[in-house]
Every structure is written in C-alpha cells, then in structure tokens.
C-alpha cells in the first residue's frame, strides 16, 4: 500500500517478508516479557525487512513508549497509520503523544479520528475535551463531555497547562463539589500494596545494574528517611528514591535499567516529552515496585532536586553535600554526607518522628518559592483523588497540609464534611 511515508513502490523479496516475520515475532515475544529494549532492537529490524508492516511500526512505538522515547514512539505510530488508518486505538495513543509534546490542535485532530471510528471510546473522548479546553473552545468541550467532576478535573489540567494556577484550583474545588454531590460511586481499585520485600529486591536490583554500569547513585527522599531512621524502607511508602549527577546521561540510565526487562517505564512516564530534565521513572518488573531516579544539580552552594510539572518543575534547594558509603542490606550504599542535615531540610526537624501521612509534595520546606503554586495545585488534585477513592484520613491530612501552605475557607468546610464521610464509613462498616 503505498503511503506519505515512502515515495513510489517499496518491493520486498519474500525471503525479506519472512525473515521481517520473524523478527516481529521476536519482538513481539519480547515485549509481552517487558524487554522493551531488546523488543524495540528486534521490531526496528522488522520494519527495515519490511517497512509496510503496520504491526510491527506499532509495536515499536510501544516499545520506544517502554523507553521513554515519545518522539520516536510518536514518528512509530504515525508510519503505522499511513500504512493502515483505520486503527482508532493507535490514533488516540498518537493524540495522547501530539497532546503530551505541546501540539495541541494536532493531537486534537487525532481524537477526533479516533472518535469517528470508535464514537463510544472514552480516552479519546476525554481527550479531546481536554484539548478543546487548553484551546480555548471551552464551549465545544463541555458540549463533547457531561457536567461531572471529571470535566471540571479535565478544565483544571488544561488552566494549569496554561499557568492559569488560580483557575485551576478553583476547578479542582469544583470538581470535589460536582463528586459529592453525584455521590462516591466510582469503582475503587486497591491497587498493588507496597512491599517492603519487594522494594528491597527492587533496590537490590538497580544497585547491581548501575554499579556495573559506572553510574553513581546515592537515597534519597523516603527511601533515605527509612534506611536512616528505621534501618529499613519505609512501611508505608508508594515508591523508591535515588539520586545521580545532573550530568549522568538520561537515555543512559534507562537503558541501563531496562534492559533484560528487568525495569521499565510506566505508560504515563514514556509518554511525556524526552526534554524533562528532573528525573524518570521506573516500575520493577518482578516486584511491581516504582522507583524514581532523580537528577541533582549544583546551583552555586546549593543543590537543587525535584520533578518535572507544568508551568514549572517542582523543585527542592538543599545544602550542598558530598557523599558517605553507609552499611545496609550487608551492601556500601551511598547517602548524603551528613544524611541528618538532608532529612531536616526535607522532612523538617521532627523527622524522627514517624508520620504516615506526610506528604513530601506538600509539605517538604525546602521547596522554592517557584515551586509552591504548582504544589498547591498537586494538593488540590491529590485531595480530589483521596476523596474518590473513600481515603478519608488521608484526604483530612492533604487538606491540613495544603492550609498549612495556604488558608482556604473551602478546605475549613470541606474537612467537616470528611469527618462526616469518615463517620459514616466508620458506622457502615461496623454495621456489616
């Protein structure tokens, strides 16, 4: 079929279509194992075998997506639909990548090709009223999706995407509004619980792999406050935190980890541009544990750290240290040098103190003043989605922590109503 991509007939020889064959099935395997390194070497032979064979320009956009690498994942999906459009799955991943990249009106047009072959497909409806939002057609948008509180979440993104950090607030207080008043029906997933054990194989994990790869690394964040204080990763973290030299190659790091399959990145990491700066993020394949690798740089007699958002990255500026080996798991790891100064800066001068429902984002003093507007509007996001998901302690503990940053009448209100809700779990339960 001939297609934008190629000029004239492109001719195979049948030992060629073969030998492509092969090798997509070959990546194919691989990529169902998680090697998306190794699936992606494989898949880009097949398609040089066979450069109209849509499946395989497909897959190895999701295995470049397994990467990181939304660029080429991107130049990937759009080979596949020259070739075969009829794909609205693929248009509305190519959407989620055009949107993600800052190419809004074009990732528009993909959702609405979506929407045309599948009229029912929510992703691509979401998305598109998304997009419609950051555009400005605020009219067509709400016109594509019902009033609810996931269309004013929607509206919220798309302010922030526009630095409207006010707006957005106002929409996510919005949002909450429109949940409790429709009522907690949304379906509740668990989700995989945090394993101490499996964190520690995580670690142990990346350790090795970086070690032999020449990549120093050093904890931080919670993974340094449970080695230090408790001699162990904390019970209740959602993740592990490590640290390397704002010069240590990005592509260098996720290469080194995925390859094997042994790590990969999650779906919502590999979509994003490949110019974020501040760190990646990782899931271990055979613990399912998440790991974030954050890149320090030096800025004077400071060091700043943080992660990438919109208008600005979320950023920490801490005292500048070098690194001490310290003993754990009967291995030398590296760790702030003095690691007591560090978890002061971030955690505040209670932080022997053991605290569930401390949240790093919010309330981590050693954030810039930059910083802080973007963090308020994570809080609102991360309240919403405690609320959602029927967390009440954890809700009241966001509220608290965001009026710490900034007082909200709406919050002062909204935490009576937690305790209500909380009461009212309590009492049903105990009822059953």
């Known amino acids: 079929m001939a297609s934008q ?46 450069q109209d064979h849509p499946e395989a ?49 074009e990732a528009l047009q993909a959702f609405r090709r979506a929407l045309v072959l599948e009229p029912t497909m929510l992703p691509a409806r979401r998305n598109a009223c998304l997009a419609l939002f950051t555009l400005g057609l605020d009219e067509e948008a709400e016109a594509l999706f019902p009033i609810s509180a996931d269309r004013s979440v929607l509206r919220s993104q798309a302010l922030r995407e526009k630095g409207d950090l ?29 394993s101490q054990e499996g964190a520690r194989k995580a670690l142990l994990a990346a350790k090795e792999r970086l070690d032999a790869a020449g990549i120093i690394f050093f904890l931080l964040a919670g993974t340094l ?45 590999g979509i994003l541009p490949p110019d974020r700066q501040w760190y990646r993020s990782f899931i271990h394949a055979e613990s399912g544990c998440a ?42 790891w590296k760790v702030p040098d003095p690691p007591e100064q560090y978890l002061v800066e971030v955690y505040g001068p209670d932080w022997r103190v053991p605290n569930p ?15 802080l507007p973007v963090v308020l509007c994570l809080g609102y996001f991360m309240l919403y989605e405690a609320m959602q998901e029927q967390k009440w302690g954890r809700a009241k503990a966001l509220s608290e922590q965001i009026q710490m940053r900034k007082a909200d009448p709406f919050l002062v209100d909204l935490e009576a109503r937690i305790d209500r809700y909380a009461h009212e779990a309590q009492f049903l339960s105990g009822s059953k």
């Open 5 to 50: 991509w190629f000029s004239g007939s492109v001719q195979f020889s049948d030992r060629a279509r073969s030998l492509g064959e092969d090798e997509y099935s070959a990546g194919l395997g691989l990529l169902k194992q998680g090697c998306c390194v190794e699936a992606a070497a494989s898949l880009s032979r097949a398609t040089e075998l066979r």
């Open 57 to 105: 320009w497909t897959q190895l956009g999701v295995a470049l997506v397994g990467m990181g690498q939304s660029l080429k994942a991107r130049d990937c999906f759009e080979r596949s639909l020259a070739l075969s459009p009829g794909q609205p799955g693929l248009w509305s991943n190519l959407g989620v990548l055009l949107l993600h990249a800052g190419k809004t009106a």
């Open 166 to 194: 006010e707006g957005a607030m106002e929409a996510y207080q919005e949002a909450i509004c429109l949940m409790e008043r429709d009522g907690f029906s949304f379906p509740i997933s668990p989700g995989k619980e945090f």
């Open 225 to 269: 406050l449970g080695v230090i204080r408790n001699g162990d990763v904390l019970a209740h973290d959602k993740d592990l935190d490590l640290g390397v030299a704002w010069d240590v190659k990005r592509e260098q790091v996720v290469e080194t980890l995925c390859a094997g399959g042994l790590f990969t990145v999650p779906w919502e990491q």
């Open 291 to 332: 790991l974030d690798v954050f890149f320090v740089r030096p800025e004077g007699d400071r060091l700043l750290c943080g992660f990438d958002q919109h208008p600005v990255p979320v950023l920490s500026c801490l005292t500048a240290f070098s690194l001490l080996d310290w003993s754990w798991m009967g291995r030398t």
């Open 357 to 371: 429902q401390y949240n790093t984002v919010l309330s981590n003093p050693a954030r810039t003043p930059e910083s």
